[in-house]
DNA sequence: TGTCCGATCTGGACAGTGCTTAGATAGAAG
DNA sequence: CTTCTATCTAAGCACTGTCCAGATCGGACA
């Protein structure tokens, strides 16, 4: 009978339940962390029955895959976004460091899963290495456009991996935020992030090509 | 009756089940990784039942603390190995790097479990910096000791936490063999992996104090 | 327009999980 | 030899991922 309401999401069969279960997935996620994200939770709070899940996803790792997708988009606009408003190349990639632990420390559910379904795969996370856009590009490319042209691009590769992996350490690292020398250090302003990703040669481009 | 076969650990009730249990976690972290190892199985495996281990442990994440436990111990003894076997300090803080990576390549499924119990409590792994031999003193100790003594106590720690971040970063991208510009990049020799630790500033000691 | 088809969803079931409780067992202490 | 206490088992609860038979409904075709 009230078929009216207003965002009465659920007309003919529903919809477009494959979109709404990666929502109430993500939903989950960011209330109740990595341990609650069941499929009949996720089917719950899709308000379906725990079996309809199964005629959009094989399983439930390739929901989490649809989920992780989902993250590494976000994941590639907040670095993206940095990209104007730093004058100087120089500071520029460690901005981008920056964005990116900041994203890991604003969704820290969503950023686990982004890499635990790629390591059940043992294969490096699909949405990270996208198209042009990806955020495994972007930086790369950040690093060939603070690079001279003579820095041959396999350096560029290995500055980019090693950068990559010295962010990524910095963001599973941030979530033990109780530890002594790391208090502090990731809340309020990104000083003493900024610190540290100094320390690391990666971020400044002078070290790009070290002898 | 055969109470007297040469291995045959079942005197009593069990003689020591707590050991036993995270001996069996291990074998089958091993053997099938961490997705099967459950407390079931554990029991399974240790050869009691399956609520056996309450007596023992909490909780399954209990468990899991002191398998995890057993984990930082054995990075701990391989880290320390390598310091006799370096001639000069300058590249003992690479090798360092190589054998913490090498560990997380020899037993991935451990080194996700030593993380992972950490992170469901919000601090860093206890045993990462047990005592004096904790591997994260090692690491520290290092430092202090290729820095000169008019480098302050907080750089120190900083490049501590930078190379440790960049370190577990490098171990857990290395688990994603199959990415292109890794590929070959982690197996057989150390080659590319020392090339990469050396792209990143902190384990190159005169780097120690960046300006 | 009416009928059927195929995609979508439900209800119920199965094995496996973490964990609890009540009771059995056996080593040690009296 | 009895008793006590730590250890272990059996049975059961709520939950999970996954499959299956059947109900439902939108759209295509007549």
């Known amino acids: 009978m009230s078929t009216a309401a207003v965002a009465d999401i659920r007309p003919y069969h529903h919809g477009d339940l494959r979109r709404a279960l990666v929502d109430a997935a993500i939903r989950i996620l960011e209330r109740e962390g990595p341990s609650a994200l069941s499929l009949r939770a996720v089917a719950r709070e899709a308000g379906v029955s725990p079996a309809a899940p199964y005629h959009h996803f094989k399983d439930k790792g390739e929901l989490l895959d649809a989920v992780a997708h989902v993250g590494w988009e976000a994941l590639g606009e907040g670095m993206s976004a940095v990209q104007g408003e730093v004058p100087d190349l120089s500071g520029l990639m460690t901005e981008i460091g920056v964005a990116y632990v900041r994203f890991s420390q604003d969704h820290p559910a969503l950023y686990r899963v ?3 379904t790629a390591r059940d795969k043992d294969s490096l996370p699909e949405g990270m290495q996208d198209k042009e856009d990806g955020a495994y590009c972007l930086v790369r490319n950040t690093f060939r456009s603070v690079a001279g042209p003579d820095v041959p691009d396999v350096d560029i590769e290995l500055a980019t991996i090693a950068a990559w992996c010295a962010a990524h350490g910095l963001a599973e690292m941030s979530g033990f935020a109780q530890f002594g020398p790391l ?7 990104a000083g003493f992030l900024r610190a540290v990703l100094s320390h690391l040669g990666m971020f400044q481009p002078k070290l790009v090509k070290p002898t």
Do not use: N
Request: aromatic fraction near 20%; hydrophobic fraction near 30%.
């Open 183 to 189: 208090k502090d250090a990731f809340g309020g302003d």
């Open 114 to 116: 982004m890499y635990d």
